[in-house]
């Protein structure tokens, strides 16, 4: 079934064109560095809306949400024209507020189950009599409004630093996200050096950053392996989810600033005032040099 999905991948993706910045590199010697953790999402991967979970416009939801029931076998006709998968999105990120989750991720596949069900209730959909695979439809979906593509010189980046340091991934993320990297790179987050045990997404977590609780979970399992915040560097796109809470924690920080894309300054927002990345990056190319 895992092959299926990464034939999915495939056949949706396509090389992106990275969007430079002008941003100026801050490079510099960190020195005992033992342990780099990457985000993904305009990281490792250029991301065509930026981030995870987020599309280019209203139309373009709409009709990337028609195609998709419509290649399960599912009848949109009577579909209003204004459904949105973010309306449930919201409903259940109320009800994990309630919950005192500040900063809540949601499960995709529940979202999709609920919102068809919801639909299904009003007369609008019948999906009853189909064996839809969930995980299928919200992965096609997300293919069409959220194409990916691997960063310039992301390989080389990481076989520079395997072996080097302990690699590991922090990101606000969703069960199909590990599978870009098989479907488009040909090898799995594991075979490119990232410990399994260091390999943190929010879906899992129902946890998103900026909140600390990945963060505090990755510091917990490198401590095991006699490494410390302070010899561990985080290098992500975002002042105020990477940056600025990496830094909470004690991790040294780089922010990667080399699509335009997905470059998030969060320029106004107070809680990254005063908050400045040991390196900036413009290129993975540069990393490596800085800390090895």
């Known amino acids: 079934m895992t092959e299926s999905y990464l034939q999915v991948i495939r056949e949706h993706a396509s090389p992106l064109d990275l969007q430079p910045t002008d941003e100026k590199p801050k490079l510099g010697r960190l020195p005992n560095i033992k342990a780099v953790i990457f985000d993904i999402y305009g990281t490792m991967l250029m991301s065509g809306s930026g981030e995870v979970g987020t599309a280019a416009t209203e139309n373009h939801h709409f009709e990337a949400i028609q195609t998709t029931l419509q290649a399960h076998g599912v009848d949109t006709t009577n579909l209003p024209a204004d459904f949105r998968l973010e309306a449930t999105i919201r409903q259940h990120h109320d009800l994990a507020r309630e919950a005192d989750i500040e900063f809540p991720e949601v499960d995709i ?9 919801e639909c299904a209730a009003a007369g609008q959909l019948n999906v009853d009599q189909l064996d839809l695979d969930y995980r299928q439809v919200a992965l096609e ?10 960063m310039p010189n992301l390989e080389n980046c990481l076989d520079a630093l395997r072996g080097e340091a302990i690699l590991g991934v922090i990101s606000n993320a ?7 990297f098989p479907a488009l790179m040909l090898r799995t987050l594991d075979d490119m050096g990232f410990k ?3 390999q943190f997404f929010s879906y899992k977590f129902r946890d998103a950053k900026p909140s600390l609780s990945m963060f505090n979970a990755a510091i917990d399992e490198l ?3 006699g490494i410390s915040a302070q010899e561990t560097l985080y290098l992500g796109n975002d ?8 830094a909470k924690c004690g991790m040294k920080t780089a922010l990667f600033a080399g699509d335009a894309r997905s470059l ?8 990254v005032q005063g908050c400045s990345p040991d390196l900036v990056l413009t290129d993975l190319s540069q990393l490596a040099n800085c800390i090895l």
Request: net charge positive; with cysteine.
């Open 264 to 271: 998030r300054h969060r320029q106004g927002d107070s809680r």
């Open 141 to 150: 979906y997300e293919c069409r409004v959220n194409p990916v593509w691997p």
């Open 223 to 225: 401590k095991k392996e």
């Open 174 to 180: 969703q069960f199909f996200t590990p599978l870009l």
């Open 239 to 246: 002042m105020l989810n990477d940056i600025s809470t990496a």
């Open 196 to 198: 399994g045990n260091i």
């Open 109 to 117: 596949l529940a979202v999709w189950k609920d919102a068809l069900a």
